[in-house]
């Protein structure tokens, strides 16, 4: 991606430069924990689009910052900069960049706690793959994501069954972490009763994110595992599994993500 970078710089292609640049921000430099490297590329990117006024550029590049902004935690310029992608790719019929969008506009709705507005996009991201004929894995990565929000929007009639079972058929070697943290997290937020299993289910997802480099992914691991422990009322676990969190987060150069985490660990340790 690099090469085709240079290559694209070389013969004065701005559409081509943007497109891979944006790729390597969002798709490799963020998802392997290179978030400032990452964000660096898509900001420079937006800067580009902005002297143009070529919408396929304007949508990639605002798409590719959203992710960026996410991945660092500045949640809402992601949801400005996502919004600004799925006008564009909506207005230049950019299928691939508009899956990205909603999917990840999806997962920045229910970290800010909208989880209806999670349910739309994850609904999107996962018709506008089914449409096109894309990737199965990927509808049921957004369809585990849909049930995670239903589930916190308080619609708790999800078929259990089924949603492990989309775990079970994943082809997507990056989403086995992802789809595992989600199941645990529905397990988590169900009833107490699930307890165990979704300590199973994120367990497997820190193996897996572990072993496919998902750096980031991997403190969103911890960061939910400390919740749990916390629902167990082992406070000594959950601080330690925040702490993982907090040391990845900052490698990782997810600034936000580690503002929360500690604001979540102070908090344990005052009612201790």
Known sequence: MERAADINMAANSIWGAVLTKCFLAGQVFCMHGKIPLGYRI??????????????????????????????????????????????????????????????????????????????????????????????????????????????????KSVDLDVLCSYVHENKVKRFNGVMSRYIGEIYLNLDDQYLSDADDWLEKAIEADKTNGMMFHVGQDYALYAELFKRKGDQSKAKENLAKAIEIYKDCGADGWVEKAEKDLAELSTSD
Request: net charge negative.
């Open 42 to 155: 898509s900001e420079d990117s937006v800067r580009t689009a902005k002297e143009t006024d070529d919408i396929l550029i304007k949508a990639v590049a605002h798409t590719a910052h959203g992710m960026s902004n996410y991945f660092r935690g500045f949640l809402q310029e992601a949801k400005r900069h996502f919004l600004e992608g799925v006008k564009f790719c909506e207005r230049s019929n950019h299928v691939g960049w508009s899956l990205l969008a909603h999917h990840h506009l999806a997962e920045t709705y229910f970290e800010i706690g909208e989880y209806q507005e999670s349910i739309v996009h994850y609904d999107k991201a996962a018709s506008l793959y089914e449409q096109n004929k894309m990737s199965p894995s990927t509808v049921n990565l957004n369809r585990i994501g849909m049930a995670k929000a239903k589930v916190m929007n308080n619609e």
